[in-house]
T-cell receptor
Framework: ETGVTQTPRHLVMGMTNKKSLKCEQHLGHNAMYWYKQSAKKPLELMFVYSLEERVENNSVPSRFSPECPNSSHLFLHLHTLQPEDSALYLC??????????????????FGNGTRLTVT | QKEVEQNSGPLSVPEGAIASLNCTYSDRVSQSFFWYRQYSGKSPELIMSIYSNGDKEDGRFTAQLNKASQYVSLLIRDSQPSDSATYLCAVIRANSGGSNYKLTFGKGTLLTVNP
């Protein structure tokens, strides 16, 4: 496989469920990201990991818990979500990470996303 | 003022025409600019990057950057129905020390190319 792979593609969960989203990148990149994409809103950065260390948490509620066991894998653990958390969750990676964003010419490569519906 | 602004559209053009997508940004120290294409139900895909003033051409795509006016545009020549997608503008800016960077996306412009 190549690129950035996300599973599952679709997820429906109740507000009391616990689930996890998985992301794997096969590009040899050092930085991985979780983004949330809601209708009619810009992409919202949630978390950034660089070399397995969390370097940014954009005031995300604690019901979202990221985990990065190695530079190729990233998880997003979900617990007691709200209906307003329903969105497309995108994982991305980049070759390098600098500061609070991405390096000068190291664009993001996105996975296909997980369409999450909270009922 | 929003950091990165795009007309949400939809922008409709006939097949074969030139589609012009515009993006303005508020931070003068922005330095890297990207255009992503996102098909419905799919993830964003990088199609162009531009870092200096002027035009950059790649096949049917041309990115234009004007830092003085703080806008970046994407032209698609000979538009095809397969170009119908949402186009996201993304901007990187660095702080004054150049040690921290921030990537900000616009909301995207929906382009429809009619056969």
């Amino acid at each position: 496989e190549t690129g950035v792979t996300q599973t599952p593609r679709h997820l429906v969960m109740g507000m009391t469920n616990k689930k996890s989203l998985k992301c794997e990148q096969h590009l040899g990149h050092n930085a991985m990201y979780w983004y949330k994409q809601s209708a009619k809103k810009p992409l919202e950065l949630m978390f950034v990991y660089s070399l397995e260390e969390r370097v940014e948490n954009n005031s995300v509620p604690s019901r979202f818990s990221p985990e990065c066991p190695n530079s190729s894998h990233l998880f997003l653990h979900l617990h007691t979500l709200q209906p307003e958390d329903s969105a497309l969750y995108l994982c991305a990676s980049s070759q390098e990470f600098a500061g609070t964003g991405v390096s000068y010419n190291s664009p993001l490569h996105f996975g296909n996303g997980t369409r999450l519906t909270v009922t | 003022q929003k950091e990165v602004e795009q007309n949400s559209g939809p922008l409709s053009v006939p097949e074969g025409a030139i589609a012009s997508l515009n993006c303005t940004y508020s931070d003068r120290v922005s330095q890297s600019f990207f255009w992503y294409r996102q098909y419905s139900g799919k993830s964003p895909e990088l199609i162009m990057s531009i870092y200096s003033n002027g035009d950059k051409e790649d096949g049917r795509f041309t990115a234009q950057l004007n830092k003085a006016s703080q806008y970046v545009s994407l032209l698609i020549r000979d538009s095809q129905p397969s170009d119908s997608a949402t186009y996201l503008c993304a901007v990187i800016r660095a702080n004054s020390g150049g040690s921290n960077y921030k990537l900000t996306f616009g909301k995207g412009t929906l382009l429809t190319v009619n056969p």
